[in-house]
């Protein structure tokens, strides 16, 4: 198989769906969200040293993980996002077996989920990488102004929420961890100043 081939496809598959589905209510779940979480897995599965194979399945559940959010916002959304990917199989000519890895990789994306292998726990930490960087000062926002759009209301104790959620996060990889704690860290110290 050539994996640099398939994971164009991959690509061209996803942005197409993005496009599809277009909602500008999704000012965080969008394709950039999703480029960046890709972008994120491949540094951390290059530090990793994966194989061929294991870095062909983890960007390909990074570039699925959220789709199922074009289908319907919220709770719920990574088993959509595994449908998507079986819909859309065929046009990516890969096994069943092949299939059920992919989707175990995207349904580790799940909050409520403890990542067990290394591409599941490096999933997971692509997909909040920027929980330890600045660019969470741009993100959070964005988040919050999607939950708002779709939920129709207003929330006054969003830092208070952000805070939280920050505090009981944690990087699965020691990468990350080493990495990226340090600025969570500072992101904790801003938004307890923006209260």
Not at 26 to 47: K, S, W
Not at 125 to 149: I, K
Request: glycine share 6%; hydrophobic share 40%; aromatic share 12%.
């Amino acid at each position: 198989m050539n994996y640099g081939d398939q994971l164009y496809r991959v690509e061209q598959l996803v942005s197409g769906l993005f496009l599809k589905y277009r909602d500008p209510r999704l000012t965080y779940h969008n394709l950039a969200h999703t480029f960046e979480v890709v972008t994120r897995a491949r540094e951390i599965g290059m530090f990793y040293a994966l194989r061929e194979d294991d870095m062909y399945m983890l960007q390909t559940a990074a570039w699925f993980h959220d789709t199922g959010q074009l289908i319907q916002q919220g709770q719920g959304h990574e088993k959509r996002s595994v449908n998507l990917l079986k819909e859309h199989v065929g046009h990516l000519n890969i096994t069943k077996s092949l299939l059920d890895k992919i989707s175990a990789v995207i349904l580790a994306t799940t909050e409520s989920v403890v990542p067990h292998t290394l591409l599941e726990k490096i999933i997971r930490d692509a997909d909040t990488y920027h929980f330890g960087t600045s660019l969470f000062r741009q993100t959070d926002p964005l988040v919050r102004q999607e939950f708002e759009l779709f939920s129709g209301k207003v929330l006054t104790n969003w830092f208070a929420g952000s805070i939280k959620l920050l505090m009981h996060h944690r990087y699965y990889t020691d990468y990350c961890a080493n990495k990226l704690n340090e600025g969570k860290l500072k992101n904790i110290a801003w938004l307890k100043a923006q209260e």
